[in-house]
């Protein structure tokens, strides 16, 4: 048995690329066919496996009259995002279902999801890891539900000024990413990069489909050192009026040098010792 498995390694499945299941399967079959049952039958090297099975098989129960279901059903419910579980991949379910119990049902090519006897979801199996199959109707309405009167109006605010938010914010709905704090994080970083850089990075990363405002924040940095450009500081100013709308009379440093130059030419005295040491 262990030779089998290592010659079905070795022979077939090394270095092997296929696109899904049914091209798998497909040149396993010609492999059987053209490879595996050409080998010299063990016992008798004048033999072939194909030549032992065809003789062995007359001897052998017939196979039942209906295959072998390979179906798998389970119950299952999504967390806090409209995403199920299945084999080590998520599977989009409409956002209204979220934490409702609900039944998978999955067989070789699709993954079905109901509630109760009504279907509300179906996939094409993944058979990689980590993979989220979305079906972007399941998100629909979704991310205009209201988080918070704020979060709307700046959400509102952000889309008018870089229409590109629109998808981002759909985006962070579709993979769990907090609106209310990505909102936010887009806010600061108009502030502080200012309107075409911030463009720029959210069009970007709504072109790689990356959700994470990090992200946006990171190619804004980017896109700044690029330039040469110093983002510039955000600053709290207090809501009482008249406070936002002060400004300060910009003066020229070298009115300053005299003092310097003085500072240099004048004898320390006692009274500016003291001064020192009382300071």
């Given at each position: 048995?262990?030779?089998?498995?290592?010659?079905?390694?070795?022979?077939?499945?090394?270095?092997?690329?296929?696109?899904?299941?049914?091209?798998?399967?497909?040149?396993?079959?010609?492999?059987?066919?053209?490879?595996?049952?050409?080998?010299?039958?063990?016992?008798?090297?004048?033999?072939?496996?194909?030549?032992?099975?065809?003789?062995?098989?007359?001897?052998?129960?017939?196979l039942p009259a209906n295959?072998?279901?390979?179906?798998?059903?389970?119950?299952?419910?999504?967390g806090k995002t409209p995403?199920?579980?299945?084999?080590?991949?998520?599977?989009?379910?409409?956002?209204?279902?979220?934490?409702?119990?609900?039944?998978?049902?999955?067989?070789?090519?699709?993954?079905?999801?109901?509630?109760?006897?009504?279907?509300?979801?179906?996939?094409?199996?993944?058979?990689?890891?980590?993979?989220?199959?979305?079906?972007?109707?399941?998100?629909?309405?979704?991310?205009?539900?209201?988080?918070?009167?704020?979060?709307?109006?700046?959400?509102?605010?952000?889309?008018?000024?870089?229409?590109?938010?629109?998808?981002?914010?759909?985006?962070?709905?579709?993979?769990?990413?907090?609106?209310?704090a990505g909102v936010a994080?887009?806010?600061?970083?108009?502030?502080?990069?200012?309107?075409?850089?911030?463009?720029?990075?959210?069009?970007?990363?709504?072109?790689?489909?990356?959700?994470?405002?990090?992200?946006?924040?990171?190619?804004?940095?980017?896109?700044?050192?690029?330039?040469?450009?110093?983002?510039?500081?955000?600053?709290?100013?207090?809501?009482?009026?008249?406070?936002?709308?002060?400004?300060?009379?910009?003066?020229?440093?070298?009115?300053?040098?005299?003092?310097?130059?003085?500072?240099?030419?004048?004898?320390?005295?006692?009274?500016?010792?003291?001064?020192?040491?009382?300071?």
């Amino acid at each position: 048995m262990e030779r089998t498995i290592r010659f079905v390694r070795d022979s077939f499945a090394t270095g092997r690329v296929y696109r899904d299941l049914a091209d798998a399967n497909s040149q396993l079959s010609e492999w059987v066919d053209k490879i595996a049952n050409r080998r010299p039958w063990p016992d008798d090297r004048l033999q072939t496996v194909h030549d032992v099975w065809q003789d062995e098989q007359q001897r052998l129960l017939s196979l039942p009259a209906n295959d072998l279901s390979s179906t798998l059903k389970r119950p299952t419910r999504s967390g806090k995002t409209p995403l199920v579980r299945f084999d080590r991949n998520d599977y989009s379910i409409p956002y209204q279902l979220v934490g409702k119990p609900l039944t998978l049902i999955a067989n070789d090519d699709d993954v079905k999801i109901f509630e109760a006897d009504s279907e509300i979801a179906r996939h094409k199996r993944s058979y990689d890891q980590g993979q989220r199959i979305i079906d972007r109707s399941h998100f629909i309405g979704a991310y205009e539900r209201r988080p918070g009167a704020e979060t709307v109006t700046a959400r509102a605010y952000l889309t008018a000024l870089i229409p590109a938010t629109n998808r981002l914010f759909e985006l962070m709905v579709e993979h769990g990413v907090g609106l209310g704090a990505g909102v936010a994080k887009i806010l600061s970083l108009i502030t502080e990069y200012g309107e075409a850089v911030v463009g720029r990075a959210v069009g970007e990363a709504v072109t790689k489909e990356i959700a994470r405002p990090a992200f946006v924040a990171q190619l804004c940095q980017r896109y700044a050192l690029e330039k040469k450009a110093t983002p510039t500081l955000p600053i709290d100013l207090p809501d009482r009026p008249g406070v936002r709308e002060l400004t300060t009379k910009t003066h020229d440093p070298s009115n300053y040098d005299h003092l310097a130059r003085n500072s240099d030419n004048k004898k320390p005295e006692e009274g500016d010792k003291l001064a020192c040491c009382a300071v």
